[in-house]
C-alpha cells in the first residue's frame, strides 16, 4: 500500500515536473492554437436554423372520409397521423422532385457559390443540400423540417415551401392513381347508362302498343272478354281478343324488361355514388398535413458557436502539445540509452 502511494506521488510530482520544465512551450502552443482557432471561428459565417413542425394526416381519400354515406369508413378526417404516416411523410419529403424544385425555386446554384456546369456539380449540391436541410420524425410521431442558411429569410422560406410542396407531391401520386379509378368507374356508368336508355326505349315502344301495367291490364281484359263470351258480343270479342294477341306477344318483354330496368336503376345508383366519389378523389385536393409550427426567419444565429470552437480547439492543442513533448523526451531518453549501451558494449 505504501509503495503504491510513493509511485503515485512519483508519478504526479513527474508530471509536475514535467510541466514546470516545458510550461512555456506549451503556453505558447497553446496561446498559438486559441488566436488561430479565434480568426478561423471570425471566417466562419453565421448560419441560422427555421423549423416546421407538423402531423401528418390519415386520410388519404376525401370522399371516404367525407362524403361515404354508408357510414363503413372509419376514417377520420382530423385525426392526427401516426408512425406509419410520418415515416411515409419523409419519404416524400426526400424525394427528387422536392429536392429538385426547391433548388430551382430558390436558385440555390448561385447561392450556394456552385458551377451548374462544374465537376461534380450535382454531387455537392445533393451534399450541400443534405448538409442544411434535414428531415425527422419526432418522439411524437410529428415530422420536423429543419433548415440551415447564412440567409435567415431564406431558411425560413424553404422550410416552409417544403412542408407546402409536401402537398402538392401526395396530391399529384395520388391523383395519378385516382384518375385512373375515374376512368373505370365512368366507363362502368356510362354504359349501365346506355343500357338503361336502351331498356327505357323499347318499354316506350311497347306502351305505344297500349301496354302499360302487364299485369292489372291482363286482368282486366280477360275479365272483360269472358264478360263479352257470355253476352254473345262477338264485335267486343274481336276488339278484346286483338288487345289479348297483343299482350300475350309483348307481355313477357314488358315483364322482363319492367324487372331488369328496376335492377339496372338500383346498380345505377349505386355505380353513380362511387362515380361521385372517384371524381372528387380526381379533381379536389386536401392537405395532407397538420401544421404545428410554421418557420420563421431566426433573430439570432445557431451556428458558428464560436466560443465552444475556441475553447475546444485551445483544449486541444494544449493537450496535443504535451503528449507530443511527452514523445520527444521519451526518444531523447531513448536515444541517450542507445548511445550508453553501444559506448558499453565498444
Same mark, same amino acid.
Given at each position: 500500500?505504501? *509503495?503504491?502511494?510513493?509511485?503515485?506521488?512519483?508519478?504526479?510530482?513527474?508530471?509536475?515536473?514535467?510541466?514546470?520544465?516545458?510550461?512555456?512551450?506549451?503556453?505558447?502552443? $497553446?496561446?498559438?492554437?486559441?488566436?488561430?482557432?479565434?480568426?478561423?471561428?471570425?471566417?466562419?459565417?453565421?448560419?441560422?436554423?427555421?423549423?416546421?413542425?407538423?402531423?401528418?394526416? #390519415?386520410?388519404?381519400?376525401?370522399?371516404?372520409?367525407?362524403?361515404?354515406? #354508408?357510414?363503413?369508413?372509419?376514417?377520420? &378526417?382530423?385525426? &392526427?397521423?401516426?408512425? +406509419?404516416?410520418?415515416?411515409?411523410?419523409?419519404?416524400? %419529403?426526400?424525394?427528387?422532385?422536392?429536392? /429538385?424544385?426547391?433548388?430551382?425555386?430558390?436558385?440555390?446554384? /448561385?447561392?450556394?457559390?456552385?458551377?451548374?456546369?462544374?465537376?461534380?456539380?450535382?454531387?455537392?449540391?445533393?451534399?450541400?443540400?443534405?448538409?442544411?436541410?434535414?428531415?425527422?420524425?419526432?418522439?411524437?410521431?410529428?415530422?420536423?423540417?429543419?433548415? %440551415?442558411?447564412?440567409?435567415?429569410?431564406? +431558411? +425560413?422560406?424553404?422550410?416552409?415551401?417544403?412542408?407546402?410542396?409536401?402537398?402538392?407531391?401526395?396530391?399529384?401520386?395520388?391523383?395519378?392513381?385516382?384518375?385512373?379509378?375515374?376512368? @373505370?368507374?365512368?366507363?362502368?356508368?356510362?354504359?349501365?347508362?346506355?343500357?338503361?336508355? !336502351? !331498356?327505357?326505349?323499347? %318499354?316506350?315502344?311497347?306502351?305505344?302498343?297500349?301496354?302499360?301495367?302487364?299485369?292489372?291490364?291482363? /286482368?282486366?281484359? *280477360?275479365?272483360?272478354?269472358?264478360?263479352?263470351?257470355?253476352?254473345?258480343? =262477338?264485335?267486343?270479342?274481336?276488339?278484346?281478343?286483338?288487345?289479348?294477341?297483343?299482350?300475350?306477344?309483348?307481355?313477357?318483354?314488358?315483364?322482363?324488361?319492367?324487372?331488369?330496368?328496376?335492377?339496372?336503376?338500383?346498380?345505377?345508383?349505386?355505380?353513380?355514388?362511387?362515380?361521385?366519389?372517384?371524381?372528387?378523389?380526381?379533381?379536389?385536393?386536401?392537405?395532407?398535413?397538420?401544421?404545428?409550427?410554421?418557420?420563421?426567419?431566426?433573430?439570432?444565429? $445557431?451556428?458558428?458557436?464560436?466560443?465552444?470552437?475556441?475553447?475546444?480547439?485551445?483544449?486541444?492543442?494544449?493537450?496535443? #502539445? @504535451?503528449?507530443?513533448?511527452?514523445?520527444?523526451? *521519451?526518444?531523447?531518453?531513448?536515444? %541517450?540509452?542507445?548511445?550508453?549501451?553501444? =559506448?558499453?558494449?565498444?
Amino acid at each position: 500500500m505504501s *509503495n503504491q502511494s510513493q509511485e503515485f506521488s512519483f508519478s504526479s510530482f513527474g508530471f509536475i515536473s514535467f510541466l514546470v520544465k516545458w510550461w512555456k512551450h506549451i503556453a505558447i502552443a $497553446t496561446l498559438i492554437g486559441a488566436i488561430a482557432s479565434v480568426i478561423i471561428s471570425l471566417t466562419m459565417k453565421d448560419r441560422y436554423k427555421s423549423v416546421v413542425i407538423f402531423y401528418p394526416t #390519415t386520410t388519404n381519400s376525401i370522399s371516404k372520409a367525407l362524403l361515404d354515406v #354508408t357510414g363503413n369508413s372509419r376514417q377520420d &378526417f382530423l385525426e &392526427f397521423g401516426e408512425e +406509419a404516416e410520418a415515416e411515409q411523410a419523409l419519404q416524400i %419529403l426526400q424525394s427528387d422532385e422536392i429536392r /429538385e424544385w426547391v433548388i430551382a425555386q430558390y436558385n440555390l446554384y /448561385e447561392h450556394y457559390k456552385i458551377n451548374p456546369n462544374g465537376k461534380f456539380a450535382k454531387t455537392k449540391m445533393m451534399k450541400k443540400f443534405a448538409k442544411n436541410v434535414n428531415f425527422r420524425r419526432t418522439e411524437f410521431n410529428s415530422v420536423e423540417i429543419s433548415v %440551415l442558411d447564412e440567409d435567415p429569410n431564406i +431558411a +425560413a422560406g424553404i422550410a416552409n415551401d417544403i412542408a407546402a410542396r409536401l402537398d402538392s407531391v401526395k396530391n399529384r401520386i395520388q391523383k395519378e392513381r385516382a384518375r385512373e379509378g375515374l376512368k @373505370i368507374v365512368e366507363a362502368e356508368y356510362l354504359n349501365l347508362q346506355s343500357q338503361i336508355q !336502351m !331498356m327505357s326505349d323499347s %318499354l316506350d315502344k311497347i306502351r305505344s302498343m297500349g301496354i302499360n301495367d302487364y299485369a292489372s291490364q291482363s /286482368e282486366v281484359i *280477360n275479365k272483360e272478354y269472358a264478360a263479352a263470351v257470355s253476352k254473345g258480343d =262477338q264485335r267486343a270479342i274481336k276488339a278484346l281478343e286483338e288487345k289479348i294477341a297483343i299482350l300475350s306477344k309483348y307481355g313477357g318483354a314488358y315483364v322482363a324488361l319492367t324487372d331488369n330496368l328496376e335492377l339496372y336503376r338500383k346498380q345505377l345508383s349505386e355505380i353513380k355514388l362511387k362515380y361521385d366519389q372517384a371524381r372528387v378523389d380526381a379533381e379536389r385536393n386536401i392537405p395532407h398535413k397538420m401544421v404545428v409550427n410554421y418557420a420563421y426567419p431566426a433573430d439570432r444565429k $445557431t451556428y458558428p458557436k464560436r466560443s465552444m470552437i475556441v475553447l475546444g480547439a485551445t483544449f486541444a492543442t494544449f493537450c496535443m #502539445t @504535451i503528449f507530443f513533448l511527452i514523445g520527444l523526451e *521519451n526518444w531523447k531518453k531513448y536515444k %541517450l540509452e542507445l548511445n550508453k549501451l553501444k =559506448q558499453n558494449q565498444a
